[in-house]
Structures are given as structure tokens and as C-alpha cells.
């Protein structure tokens, strides 16, 4: 999982209540995503982040939140708007000018609301 | 659009054998491909890429992939799998001009069998 950590792993909350979920990087990338996993689906790009003070939507931002005040951290809060956020959450990250392009991941949050 | 798609969702195979886990894309320009693969509970660990050259591409733990243009297809092999490569496995391609946003397919469950 390199460079990236995510806390908590395990994460229960109550309906109706906002969580932040955590993601830290020491590798000095840029850019810096968070994705969601359901069982069958694959990983859906909820938002990403190329620079401080700068982020987009991805394809399922919808009752999600970011913010990048620094460059080794890219909190994501699961707002109550979210209509179901159990899941399986995923950060990663990416050195810009890498022609590469691959993104490396953290170990996960696993978010259960009930 | 562009997508990725694996067509299976589990794949068997005894210990011993060649592995295939199937992937193709559709993608506007040209393709950079990933796989990438997850253990349970766990984040994403990157196994190899194809941007550009060989159509062979070697990656970690002995895995390859075949790039075939005519048939977009990015399939990844194994000459000898192991127990220890039962995992679930990701195919990704990156969207042009998007920040480096991966789209990512829906996951194949490999099972290795002794």
C-alpha cells in the first residue's frame, strides 16, 4: 500500500450523520483520488485532485464532500445526503508529469451507516 | 463512452496451470492499460501497464499481459499460477484529458486451487 494511509479501517456510523474519512500521503504526489468499491462493480472515481485548493467531481459525487489544504491530505466526508454509503472506500494518488499514469492505492476504509 | 469490460466474474484454475483473466476496452485515442490487484480487504496493488511498444508486457509476481489492438483486448496471464495469486483482479484504462481518472472494470475473482 505504500505511502498511503487511510483511517480509521473500519468505520460505523449512524444514519443521518456526516463522516470524514482519512487519507494521507508521504510520496509527494499531486494528484489524489478517492474511489468507492461495491461487491460486482468495480471502483467508481467519486473525486480527484490535481493541486492545493483544487478538486473536480468524479462520476458519483453526489452527497460527498472533499477538500485539499495540503498536498499530503485529501479528507473525504460521506454527507447524510449520500443515499447509501456503506461501502468499501479507496484513496489514491499520483505523481503529475508521470507518463505512467498509475495511480497507487491506500489500504481502504471500510464504512458501514446504519 | 469509454469503458472496460471482464467478461468473467470468477475464474478456476489448479495450481500448476497457465491463468487468463480477460479484459477489453473501448477508449477514444490510444490506450494506457492496468491491472491491478486487490486481496481481501485490502487496497489496490499495481501489477503492470501498457502505454506504448511491446505488446508483451511483463509485470510483478510474474504476471503478463498482451496488448491486442485489433481486438482491444489486455488479457492478463500466468504461465504457472499459484494459491497465493487468488485475489480479485482489476482491469483500468485511463480517460484522456481527465486528470489521469482510471475507469476501471467490475473485477474478476481468480481461484487457485492446489
Known amino acids: 500500500d505504500g505511502g498511503i494511509t487511510q483511517s480509521p479501517k473500519y468505520l460505523f456510523r449512524k444514519e443521518g450523520q456526516n463522516v470524514t474519512l482519512s487519507c494521507e500521503q508521504n510520496?509527494?504526489?499531486?494528484?489524489m483520488y478517492w474511489y468507492r468499491q461495491d461487491p460486482g462493480q468495480g471502483l467508481r472515481l467519486i473525486y480527484y485532485s490535481q493541486i492545493v485548493n483544487d478538486f473536480q467531481k468524479g462520476d458519483i459525487a453526489e452527497g460527498y464532500s472533499v477538500s485539499r489544504e495540503k498536498k499530503e491530505s485529501f479528507p473525504l466526508t460521506v454527507t447524510s445526503a449520500q443515499k447509501n454509503p456503506t461501502a468499501f472506500y479507496l484513496c489514491?494518488?499520483?505523481?503529475?508529469?508521470?507518463?505512467?499514469?498509475?495511480?497507487?492505492f491506500g489500504p481502504g476504509t471500510r464504512l458501514t451507516v446504519t | 463512452a469509454q469503458s472496460v469490460a471482464q467478461p468473467e466474474d470468477q475464474v478456476n484454475v489448479a495450481e500448476g496451470n497457465p491463468l487468463t483473466v480477460k479484459c477489453t476496452y473501448s477508449v477514444s485515442g490510444n490506450p494506457y492499460l492496468f491491472w491491478y490487484v486487490q486481496y481481501p480487504n485490502r487496497g489496490l496493488q499495481f501489477l503492470l501497464k501498457y502505454i506504448t511498444g511491446d505488446n508483451l508486457v511483463k509485470g510483478s509476481y510474474g504476471f503478463e499481459a498482451e496488448f491486442n489492438k485489433s481486438q482491444t483486448s489486455f488479457h492478463l496471464k500466468k504461465p504457472s499460477a499459484l494459491v497465493s495469486d487468488s485475489a480479485l483482479y482489476f482491469c483500468?484504462?485511463?480517460?484522456?484529458?481527465?486528470?489521469?481518472?482510471?475507469?476501471f472494470g467490475q473485477g474478476t475473482e481468480l481461484s487457485v486451487k492446489p
Open positions: 489514491a494518488s499520483r505523481l503529475l508529469g508521470d507518463t505512467g499514469y498509475e495511480q497507487y
Open positions: 510520496l509527494n504526489h499531486d494528484a
Open positions: 483500468a484504462v485511463r480517460v484522456y484529458n481527465q486528470g489521469g481518472k482510471l475507469i
